[in-house]
Each structure stands twice: as C-alpha cells, then as structure tokens.
C-alpha cells in the first residue's frame, strides 16, 4: 500500500492504517525506483522498475536510502538460491544507509530525521525501505553515508559468527579464507581489533599488502602456497583456532587438516560447492566444532541482540576510526545488474556499493 499525502492541524502528520499509527515526516511520494529480479538467473535478472513506497509496520521504520550494499546474498537470491523470509521484500538489498522519514508508533529511540545505517530483511534496492527499528544503528562519527552504508550486513555475519558463536579471544589464531572481500576486510579488521593472529588467504600477490595494512600479520597466496602448511608451521598451538570459511569444497578437509585442538569452524558460503568428502576422525581427535549460519533467516530479537553488541563493543572502534569499511566502487542503483557481474568477477577489493 503506497503512502499518500497526510496533512493533519498543526505540525503532527498521523496516517492512520489498519496495522498502526505511525508519524510521517511529510507527503512522501506514492512510487519509487528500485531494481527487482524479473526472474532468477544471471545479472540481467536485474531489472529498474517501479514500485508502491512501503509501509513501515509499529515497529519499523521508513528510510529514504542513500546507498546500498552489495552482498553474497543478493547474488544467491538472483539466482534463485536464497528466497527472502516469509513476510520480507522480494527486492534484494540487505543493508542501507539513509534517513528516517517515518516511524512506526512503536518505535523507541528514532526520530524522524535521523540520520542512519541498518541491517534489512531485504528491500535495500530501492530509494525507500522499511525496517525493524532494532535493526538500525547511528551512523559512525566521522563516516559518510556511503561508508556507513558498507557497514550492517558484514559487521553483523562477522562479528555473530566469529564472535558470539565461535567466541574467538585474544592471542588466537584466526584463519580468514577470501580476505579481499566484504566478509573478508571485516573479518581481518575485527580479528586484529580484538587481540588475535590474523592469517588470510588471497590472490593474486598484489592484494597482500592491502590486506596487511588492513591488520593481517600473514596473507598466503593461494595459488602458490598451502595454506595448511603456513598456518600450521606459523603458530605455536599448530593450527588455527577459528576459520571462516566462504569456498567449501575441498577446502573442507584441508581446513579440518589446518585447526589447533578445540578449534572451530564457521561456513558462511561455498564458492567451491557445499559437499565434499571428509575424514571425520581428525574432528573427534581434535574436539573440532564444524558450523555455519545464515544472517538473513535469522529472528528479529536475534539481530536486535547482534545490534547492540556492535553498538557497544564495535561502534566505539568505528567511532575512533580505528576500523572503517573498505569500498572499492559505487554505482548508480540502475546499474545493479553491472555491480553484479564485478562481484562475481571477483577482481574488487572490500565493498561494492549502490547510490540510490
């Protein structure tokens, strides 16, 4: 249902809707340009279209996007691979940036004409987007909307997974397959923050100081060297204590070959496949904790919780710009399908980004 034109007495805008009541910043347009996939498959599955600007529900809130990020997610949904949850947006687009422009009567803590970045159960492809209120972070001090756009959807996969679950610690050693990319600059970057051994892996040899300067104390080429043996003879315990995977394959069995005792394991993708034949008997030897997860499927009250530990262990490091999102290129939101093929060209470093 599109929002239409609300003029009340005085300074308060009221629509009234069957779901709530929420408050509008002003008359809002009834459409908005977005990208949709007209039907699974390549990047030209990306198509500019109109649509209805959505209704925020009691606890959401309506953002007027400034940029989007391009994610591994998205490239799974066009392809028909990653469906949206029940009662989310069809468009792709699972982070933003922007301005609230209305709030849903539930709303605590948001204001109309509050400048943010947010994590979204999808819709980022568009020039509005609703989303949980609890899902919204202030943008960093000192970031553009750009660079705060870079943020949600890495941060949050990184830090509930390496964090929260695999609880990785200061002074162990942390193996990040990928490290040139959106997953991967983060996860490099959180890893240093905290206190642990950064090992990445990559390709070719002229992302490795890049990745260094980013905080990895080793960058292993992977095409001319094996990652099993540098981690293994590179740290004191043997092996690493948390990788984060995003190739599967046959690197499955190689990463088990490539752990300290205790260590754990996180899939986050697989580049290489999802299945492959292993040798479980290192596991049980070694107490090896093998795991993965998915952002997008995840509860409401789970992501809120994700959001307010960023707000209160990350945010300060953004804050200091002590970390910052690395952005290889923005594109104009019609250009999505071309965002796309460069983000399975794989030849870009960190972030590709949309300007709605």
Not at 30 to 46: D, F, H, R, Y
Not at 66 to 71: D, Q, R
Not at 74 to 101: C, F, H, N, W
Not at 284 to 307: N, P, V, W
């Amino acid at each position: 249902m599109p929002i239409p034109p609300v003029f009340v007495a005085g300074n308060d805008r009221r629509l009234a809707l069957k779901k709530g009541v929420f408050t509008v910043s002003a008359a809002l347009p009834a459409t908005m340009a977005a990208v949709e996939i007209k039907v699974p498959g390549g990047p030209e599955a990306l198509v500019p279209t109109t649509r209805p600007v959505p209704t925020p529900k009691p606890a959401e809130v309506l953002i007027k996007v400034a940029f989007a990020g391009i994610n591994g997610p998205d490239i799974m949904q066009r392809k028909g691979l990653y469906p949206a949850p029940k009662g989310a947006s069809d468009l792709p687009g699972l982070e933003i940036s922007g301005t609230i422009v209305a709030v849903g009567d539930q709303v605590k803590g948001w204001k109309i004409g509050d400048p943010i970045c947010a994590l979204t159960n999808g819709g980022g492809y568009a020039e509005f987007c609703t989303v949980v209120a609890t899902h919204c972070l202030p943008v960093p001090k000192g970031f553009s909307p750009l660079e705060a756009a870079a943020v949600p959807e890495t941060f949050f996969t990184v830090w509930s997974n390496v964090f929260m679950k695999a609880g990785l610690k200061a002074g162990e050693n942390f193996l990040v397959h990928g490290g040139a990319g959106g997953i991967g600059t983060t996860a490099i970057q959180l890893g240093h923050a905290f206190g642990a051994k950064v090992f990445t892996t990559d390709s070719p040899a002229s992302r490795v100081d890049i990745l260094k300067k980013l905080g990895a104390d080793r960058v292993i080429d992977y095409a001319t060297e094996d990652f099993v043996e540098v981690v293994k003879t590179g740290t004191p315990s043997g092996g690493a204590d948390v990788i984060l995977d995003i190739v599967g394959g046959d690197y499955i069995q190689r990463n088990i070959k490539a752990m300290a005792l205790d260590g754990r394991m996180i899939h986050l993708a697989f580049n290489k496949g999802s299945t492959g034949e292993i040798n479980l008997m290192p596991v049980m030897l070694k107490r090896l904790t093998l795991t993965g997860s998915t952002l997008r499927s995840r509860s409401d009250a789970q992501k809120t919780e994700i959001a307010a530990e960023l707000k209160a262990k990350v945010w300060p490091l953004l804050d200091a710009g002590t970390i910052k999102p690395v952005i290889h290129t923005t594109l104009p939101l019609k250009d999505a399908a071309e965002a796309h093929r460069l983000m399975e060209s794989a030849k870009h470093i960190g972030k590709i980004m949309l300007a709605a």
